[in-house]
């Protein structure tokens, strides 16, 4: 039996070497029939999917090491995401100009291909809340008053 007394001493970094171990010692084998000899692990797992996973997870704890290991400089609390200009984030992330350029919100966007220049969060200079927003003034209040009339249309 496995206790927890056992993982104490595992790292993560442990646990992405026994995956790749793992992946690596796999044997490509084409199956004769395609239902029944496919390797469960074969459909569930793809071997693309985990390794980009795999080196996914290594570049956030680089990141979340280097971060860590540097301890609290100045320079590095006057950071401003390249992108949004916020200055706080649980995670600074690679961008196009360098490792630790982007927020966490923008960083993921960057590394999914989908950051737009067009998006600018609140906490930017060039973000105006007026151009980017469904309400009007008063809409709370009117949309309020519809959902109070529906209610109490229903209720009679």
């Given amino acids: 039996m496995i206790t927890i007394v056992d993982?104490?001493?595992?790292?993560l970094e442990d646990v992405f070497e026994d995956m790749e171990e793992y992946?690596?010692?796999k044997p490509l084998?084409?199956?004769?029939d395609p239902i029944e000899d496919i390797p469960i692990y074969y459909m569930d797992f793809p071997q693309i999917h985990l390794?980009?996973?795999?080196?996914?997870?290594?570049?956030d704890l680089e990141?979340?090491?280097s971060s860590s290991s540097g301890g609290?400089?100045?320079?590095a609390e006057s950071r401003r995401c390249s992108h949004c200009k916020a200055e706080s984030t649980p995670l600074w992330r690679e961008g196009p100009d360098g490792k630790g350029t982007l927020c966490n919100a923008c960083g993921l966007r960057y590394r999914a291909g989908k950051l737009m220049p067009e998006y600018r969060p609140l906490a930017s200079l060039t973000f105006d809340g007026s151009v980017h927003t469904n309400q009007t003034p008063g809409s709370k209040r009117r949309a309020n008053a519809l959902k109070k009339r529906k209610i109490s249309e229903f209720l009679d």
Avoid: C, K, L
């Fill in 7 to 11: 993982f104490q001493d595992v790292t």
């Fill in 23 to 25: 992946w690596d010692n």
């Fill in 29 to 32: 084998a084409v199956p004769q």
């Fill in 51 to 59: 390794q980009d996973i795999i080196s996914m997870a290594y570049d």
């Fill in 63 to 65: 990141d979340i090491q």
């Fill in 72 to 75: 609290s400089s100045p320079a």
